[in-house]
Every structure is written in C-alpha cells, then in structure tokens.
C-alpha cells in the first residue's frame, strides 16, 4: 500500500539580485514560477546563498513572481546587484506574521474592541488586510483604507472584501499589477 503526502518539494533555481526602486528583489526564472501552486502570492521557506528566509513571494503581473530582498536578508548574502544566487523555495500554508504600517497599527489601538477580533485572524488574513491598505501610493485613498479596514473589522469582517492574491500589490515596486521594468 502506497501512501502519498502533500508535502510540497523545494523549486531550486538561480536568479540575478537586481534593484528596483533602492529596493532589491530576485525575478524568479519562468519554469521556476510555472512550480509554484498559485499564479498570485505565495507564502514560502527558502534559502537563498545558504541564507534561510521565510517570505511571501509575489506576482509580477506576467503570470511570473519575485523576492523581496530585505535588507537583512541582503546583509547576510554578501551579494551585491547583478550576482546570481542559488535558492531554494518551499510553498508553505504557514504566512509570515506581517509588519503592521504606524497608520493601521494607530487606528487598531483607537479601537481596543478590535483586539481579540485581529488576533483570531490568520496570518494571511492578517497580512491580506495590511496588503490591501498598502497597495496605494495615494495618501487619501490610503487614509481612507484604513478606516475601511476598521468599519469591517468592526462588522465582522475578516478579510478585505476585494483582495486579489494575483494583482494586489506592492506599489513601490509595481504600477497596475505589473512588476516595474517589465513590457
């Protein structure tokens, strides 16, 4: 008898450090994204020149995706832009918690009823709501994500209503769900 596991195989490949915007990401190569199990975001353990991470890997609105390098990340590298770098990627079901931005994180603490309500959310819901309020560089329409976040958080929501896994991103670095520097 023969017994399967879900378990999801590392995507080994070798990608260029490149710089966008002072920031710095890997473009996974197409054959390595075509492994990945969604053509939107994805969160993932890797390791990269060695360096283990934990990420979500995002879309580049050409059915590729990309890394965020951070900066610690980076550091630990040694690498600089144009070195090729050997990772390794595993999907995982288990989302890096997220960094709450000053805006959201203030108006979280102005509504205390909210508490439990954000701790009851998953990781990706957690993130997906941080991502949602983000992926603007629009000061106004930012503010005012914000304050849709906590109206329906406060109804009973517990995700953004129009959260697009594949086209929601960042903005610093994408422009209309398209990866910057991509035709």
Known sequence: MSTK?????????????EVINERT???LPAEASAELPSRGQVAAQGTAGGVDFTTVVEP???RGHWINVTNELSAALNAKVDDEVDVSLTPTKEWPETSIPDDFGAALEDAPELTEVWASLTP?????WVRWIQATKNAETRARRV???ISKLESGKR???CFDLASC????LAKS???????
């Open 5 to 17: 596991t879900n378990t999801p195989t590392a995507i080994e490949f070798s990608a260029t450090l």
């Open 25 to 27: 990401i890997l473009r």
């Open 60 to 62: 580049d609105g050409m």
């Open 124 to 128: 990706m819901a957690r993130w997906e």
């Open 147 to 149: 304050e849709v976040a």
């Open 159 to 161: 995700r953004p209503c």
């Open 169 to 172: 991103t960042d903005p610093e």
């Open 177 to 183: 769900g398209k990866l910057l520097g991509i035709s």
